[in-house]
């Protein structure tokens, strides 16, 4: 069984930062395009940034262009997501989970909660 565990958020002034971590059990990430998500309050789950394997091709939703970077490291099976400038409108529970059909996704995480004060 797949077990996706993040962490590395909490409460932050706008223009902070936060590093997120992703370390998934279960399963090798190694050949798995992996992505970032979040759950802003009152919204549906939105995708913010996936990375590719070998090589490691990053793409981002524009929301989040430019104030984040993602990562992996594969030798510890885990994603990461850097994130710089940020917006009391990026407060919500961010997760992270492989990319692919919404059927074949893993189950998710208990998620990582950011919160952007003003």
């Known amino acids: 069984q797949v077990q996706l565990v993040e962490s590395g958020g909490g409460l932050v002034q706008a223009g902070g930062s936060l590093r997120l971590s992703c370390v998934v059990s279960?399963?090798?990430?190694?050949?798995?395009?992996m992505g970032w998500f979040r759950q802003i309050p009152g919204k549906q789950r939105e995708w913010v940034a996936d990375i590719t394997t070998g090589p490691d091709v990053t793409t981002y939703a524009d929301s989040m262009k430019g104030r984040v970077t993602i990562s992996r490291d594969n030798a510890k099976n885990a994603v990461y997501l850097e994130m710089r400038s940020l917006e009391p409108e990026d407060t919500g529970d961010y997760y992270c989970?492989?990319?692919?059909?919404?059927?074949?996704?893993?189950?998710w995480g208990q998620g990582t909660q950011v919160t952007v004060s003003a």
């Open positions: 279960g399963r090798s990430i190694q050949f798995a395009p």
């Open positions: 989970n492989k990319m692919g059909p919404m059927t074949s996704l893993w189950s």
